[in-house]
């Protein structure tokens, strides 16, 4: 899976240099939606042929249309490379050079944008883990009513990341990681205080928009900072963060749901890392402008 996200992802920026957001946003909306699709293919496999035959029915499928889809990858070569940086607002040294991933390693930036993208995910698996029974308990929904919430919660999660990228494109990656943060702090702030189911499924289906944003914002943000050289790499030790909270985010909700008894002290906890990953994300973006201000000598 990790070659099958990574590979594509990186690629498609060096075609769309102008519309790095946009262009991430959709490839990484394929892989939110994709369970939307595959979970009743496979089910209705399970019931027809059984369990271990749909792994190998869904795993042959899988390599076929992966290897054909393939084909269709490529890097711009440099006659290409030339007309991108005349159509785009980028020069052609942008679309090809940056800093090796061994360096951008040694850089504090990669660090803080790790952190910001553990925090938003962690919260987001944390929320997404335990969507139904939060429903239910705080908003007061029946079973079936929160089950039909999970499934619009996934089709939030798959535009959220087209969304946010696309947006990031017209107000940089910086203003947009803020403001992302600060919308998941305010309405992780009203599941706390309101208890109606209404404004609860709209809540959630925001913080949910977030969370996939996350995914598509990060592959166009290290590319911003350190260039497309190595980003392939790049992308791989950053999604460290994403394997990283999907341990800790269920279990620091589980385990605050366990000692309190109620999802608030959990929301609580989470407001306090949205608060920090939003310190961190207006640190980082101050430092960028700063930097991007400084006089060519």
């Known amino acids: 899976m990790g070659a099958g996200y990574i590979t594509p992802v990186s690629t498609i920026i060096k075609w769309f240099p102008d ?24 089910q209705h496999l399970i019931a027809g042929v059984g369990l271990v035959e749909t792994f190998y029915i869904l795993g042959a499928s899988y390599f076929i249309i992966m290897l054909l889809a393939s084909q269709f990858i490529k890097r711009p070569n440099e006659q290409e490379l030339a007309i991108l940086s005349v159509s785009g607002k980028e020069k052609t040294a942008s679309l090809t050079q940056g800093m090796a991933a061994n360096q951008a390693l040694k850089s504090n930036r990669f660090y803080i944008l790790w952190i910001i993208f553990f925090i938003n995910i962690a919260c987001g698996l944390g929320l997404i883990s335990a969507a139904s029974p939060m429903a239910q308990e705080m908003a007061g929904l029946s079973t079936s009513h929160a089950a039909v919430m999970v499934g619009i919660l996934g089709i939030f999660n798959g ?20 403001i992302l943060l600060l919308v998941n702090l305010f309405f992780s702030l009203s599941l706390w205080l309101f208890t109606n189911s209404v404004l609860f ?28 050289k190595e980003l392939a790499a790049l992308h791989g030790y950053i999604l460290t963060a994403w394997a990283m909270a999907g341990l800790a985010g269920p279990i620091l909700l589980a385990e605050t749901y366990k000692m309190a008894h109620s999802y608030t002290q959990t929301l609580f906890v989470f407001l306090i890392l949205y608060s920090i990953a939003l310190a961190l994300s207006y640190y980082l973006g101050r430092s960028i402008k700063k930097e991007n201000q400084k006089p060519l000598t």
């Open 159 to 178: 535009f959220g990341r087209l969304l946010w990228a696309s947006l990031s494109d017209y107000i940089g990656r910086p203003l947009t990681f803020s």
């Open 201 to 228: 499924v709209v809540a959630m289906s925001i913080l949910m928009t977030c969370y996939g944003a996350g995914f598509s914002l990060i592959p166009a943000y290290l590319s911003d900072i350190f260039g497309t």
């Open 19 to 42: 519309k790095r957001g946009l262009a991430t946003g959709l490839a990484i909306m394929g892989f939110g939606f994709a369970s939307l699709l595959t979970s009743p293919i496979a």
